[in-house]
């Protein structure tokens, strides 16, 4: 059964830049992905339009794509992301399923709506699991790579390299994988977060604010509660421990600053009355040192003005 936190990847990978680098990172290590995504350009990459919207955050499958093929051909074919963060032995069945009903060519002058197509399997989970291990066990050569009705590699996100994501250009791709990879391990987690400060220096406040918090929420939804609160506090919050503040105390600061200036422009135009009050006392012969205890300038001030 899918869980919420499944909300975690489709909220980071809906984006197809996102996609590319994700894909581009695992195929480092998938020869499977690798010889894929030499037959497709992934510059025409494009996201399914709410593709998982009918079934909600319980769906069959995660995120949905087409893509052209490299030879430059009007042909497209299917990309399917499935995150999966523990075993699920009707994983191939949910993405037939969705592949039956999602992957269509909408081009009528197709012989053949259906689009061939790539389900990539994402885990994460605790457990040492590959759905795809013996899925043709039994089955004679002449069968081997047509028992399911689509093209699927699985990628164990364990093995996707920390420094390949501290060099990514992405940073929320990078620390996306890297909060999945050690979710269940809070010592690293600890350990390699804050290697990407400064790749969050360089990023708006309230845009490190949010990653900050959807990881936060993601952790707390996937290690449960327990370990959560010892993360919470070592973290102490997550925005502190990399010394950034949270998009609330950055608008908290702007409104703040914005009441300071405020005050400011009100001291300065009490000041000037005042300074005017002072001047009328002292042209209408009123005595110097009734003058200083009312007003509280020196004598040499309201000489001055």
């Not at 430059?72 to 075993?87: D, F, M, N, T």
């Not at 197709?110 to 899925?135: H, K, Q």
């Not at 006392?281 to 110097?288: A, C, E, F, N």
Request: with cysteine.
């Amino acid at each position: 059964m899918n869980k919420k936190h499944d909300a975690f990847f489709r909220w980071l990978f809906s984006r197809t830049e996102r996609t590319r680098i994700l894909l581009e990172l695992a195929a480092r290590h998938d020869a499977e992905l690798r010889l894929f995504l030499e037959t497709v350009n992934l510059d025409t990459l494009e996201r399914i339009p709410d593709s998982y919207s009918e079934v909600e955050d319980t769906g069959e499958a995660d995120l949905a794509f087409r893509v052209n093929v490299s030879t430059g051909a009007p042909v497209l074919v299917g990309i399917l992301l499935e995150h999966k963060s523990g075993r699920d032995g009707d994983v191939l069945n949910q993405i037939s399923r969705y592949v039956r009903s999602v992957m269509k060519n909408l081009d009528e002058k197709r012989v053949y709506d259906g689009l061939p197509t790539m389900a990539v399997i994402f885990y994460n989970g605790r457990e040492n699991w590959n759905p795809l291990r013996y899925v043709e066990e039994g089955y004679p050569e002449y069968w081997r790579g047509s028992v399911l009705p689509f093209r699927c590699t699985f990628v164990n996100m364990a093995n996707i390299p920390d420094e390949a994501c501290f060099a990514c250009e992405d940073v929320y791709t990078a620390m996306g994988i890297v909060s999945m990879k050690y979710a269940f391990d809070k010592e690293k987690l600890l350990d390699v977060m804050p290697k990407f400060v400064k790749s969050l220096s360089k990023m708006a406040p309230e845009e490190v604010s949010c990653l900050l918090e959807k990881i936060n929420v993601y952790l707390y939804e996937y290690i449960g509660k327990d370990i959560f609160k010892e993360l919470d506090m070592a973290f102490v919050s997550i925005g502190q421990k990399y010394g950034f503040e949270s998009a609330g105390d950055y608008f908290r600061k702007q409104i703040a600053d914005a009441r300071e200036e405020t005050r400011e422009e009100e001291r300065a135009k009490a000041d000037a009355e005042k300074r005017e009050i002072a001047k009328g006392l002292r042209d209408d012969g009123v005595p110097m040192e009734i003058i200083v205890r009312r007003t509280g300038f020196t004598e040499s001030e309201i000489r001055s003005f």
